[in-house]
């Protein structure tokens, strides 16, 4: 399958992982809460209240201390891309280049020029001229996350570009295309929304301590007031995109989406597996049920919108099925042996200056391009990704995304009757759900990723393939220095948090 050393790849996929997730610690409250400080300012600004104020201030004050950290992370992620995947970054620099230079230049420079507005700008500028640097800042980390989600969304449906022989490179065609890809749409909404919710039950838990210690409870419920609309709203957006997601995914990802729900065999009419334990079967290695509840015809519904539509199963990807047009994977590594072989063939008749052997390979490559990444598999099911971990990802994040909505839903009638302190279980169950919300968040990203395996490129490019040919002892060592130096940045922000949240508002 690849040349490299299996560990070697293993250790820069470990890498990468722990620094997406650190970094994902701190980017969902940054994108959440700098909308909700930003509605706080606007009531501020609406009524002259200055509990308002007081109340934007502090929540201002989280919003830093996350936000400054988190730059840390996602400056380090970024420089990966280079040390341990070059390949990856020749291979589509071009494309996943652009989206990362316009984050930098227009959202990153939006976002950090009015952020410092934003914090120190009270009483030095118009009330209206804070309020807006204050919606900017919100705007352009939201920006920043569109870019580069936009390149993520690529990498899992890969359009708008070309495959350049003579450089051995995809280059764009397109910008527009890869933009608004519908992949990119949705996954710019989706991951927002998400932010958005776990912002909004952090407020709410933050404010629950509070009232349960019986401090700031006018203001703390103010901020629960705030906190559950915009967590509300935001949670009926998150059900309508996440929809979307599985259609798209049962689209473009088809094995994603049959891991997802551990359908071996396809079928019509598909059930969809509300709650279910997997083992694996000793005589066919595979993933089966030891139990499982599930909803009739809800799966071919929520995937193409017929209740009798037929859903793909592992075995039909994996092995085909002529009836839907879906050829083996077989066939499919045969043909992108075939373009690679056509590469290399093109590469050597233009050293050659055989513009007929060019031609020729050309045409051939051209013919196979979209299949070239199964080229570097042997075995078909190889393309098969981490079953277990992807559904019960996806299990845990739906759960607890109605979890969420029902918070929500007690916490905003009880603060409208007056009565939430009187509720010790809306408040406990608040607490409780910040680390459940986080560990949903990082459990999206794991049925995204983790569900796309081997795939760094859905079909074009392996993550073996990938990886920059470098010594994997260099990459375990900082590994475990990232490890270590990420752990003690979120334990500070713990700490530092905690310290700002008892001081109070």
């Not at 990802?393 to 009565?419: Q, T």
Request: charged residues 15%; glycine residues 6%; neutral net charge.
């Amino acid at each position: 399958m690849t040349n490299f050393d299996p560990t070697l790849i293993d250790w820069s996929r470990a890498q990468f992982a722990i620094t997406a997730f650190y970094h994902w610690c701190f980017v969902p409250l940054t994108l959440g809460l700098s909308f909700i400080v930003a509605f706080m300012e606007s009531l501020y600004i609406k009524t002259g209240n200055e509990e308002w104020k007081k109340i934007t201030k502090f929540w201002m004050k989280l919003f830093g201390i996350n936000f400054a950290i988190g730059v840390a992370t996602g400056i380090v992620m970024e420089f990966e891309f280079g040390t341990n995947w070059s390949n990856y970054s020749w291979f589509v620099g071009d494309i996943f280049g652009a989206p990362l230079a316009v984050e930098g230049i227009m959202a990153f420079f939006i976002e950090s020029t009015f952020v410092a507005v934003m914090f120190f700008g009270w009483n030095k500028v118009s009330k209206k001229f804070h309020l807006l640097a204050t919606w900017l800042t919100a705007i352009g980390a939201n920006l920043s996350a569109l870019w580069i989600l936009v390149a993520n969304s690529w990498m899992q449906y890969p359009t708008g570009v070309h495959f350049n022989p003579d450089t051995v490179r995809n280059e764009m065609t397109n910008f527009w295309e890869v933009l608004f890809s519908p992949v990119a749409i949705n996954k710019f909404l989706h991951t927002i929304t998400s932010g958005f919710v776990l912002a909004a039950v952090f407020v709410v838990g933050v404010s629950a301590w509070f009232l349960l210690k019986n401090k700031e409870t006018v203001l703390a419920k103010k901020s629960i007031l705030v906190a559950t609309i915009f967590g509300l709203i935001m949670s009926v957006f998150i059900i309508i995109t996440g929809d979307q997601s599985a259609k798209l995914m049962a689209k473009y990802q088809p094995m994603k989406f049959a891991a997802m729900e551990n359908i071996y065999e396809g079928r019509t009419k598909a059930p969809l597996v509300v709650i279910g334990a997997l083992t694996k079967d000793k005589i066919s290695n595979k993933e089966e049920f030891a139990f499982k509840l599930e909803i009739p015809n809800i799966l071919s519904t929520m995937a193409f919108q017929k209740k009798d539509a037929f859903v793909p199963g592992i075995k039909d990807i994996v092995y085909g099925n002529s009836e839907l047009g879906i050829i083996p994977t077989s066939e499919r590594i045969q043909k992108g042996k075939l373009a690679l072989e056509a590469l290399k063939d093109y590469s050597e008749a233009k050293k050659n200056n055989d513009e007929f052997a060019m031609n020729e390979s050309f045409n051939i490559l051209n013919d196979n391009y979209r299949h070239m990444g199964y080229g570097h598999f042997s075995d078909p099911e190889e393309i098969i990704p981490p079953i277990k971990a992807t559904f019960y990802s996806f299990r845990f994040m739906v759960a607890s995304g109605f979890w969420f909505i029902i918070l929500f839903i007690f916490a905003l009638i009880y603060i409208l009757r007056n009565k939430i302190e009187e509720k010790r279980w809306i408040l406990y169950a608040a607490i409780i759900s910040i680390p459940i919300v986080y560990i949903s968040s990082q459990l999206g990203w794991v049925v995204t990723e983790v569900g796309r395996q081997p795939w760094i490129i859905q079909d074009l490019m392996s993550v073996s393939t990938a990886v920059s040919n470098i010594s994997t002892g260099s990459v375990i060592t900082t590994f475990m220095f990232f490890a270590v130096l990420f752990a003690i940045l979120v334990i500070a922000e713990i700490k530092i948090l905690l310290k700002q949240i008892k001081l109070g508002f």
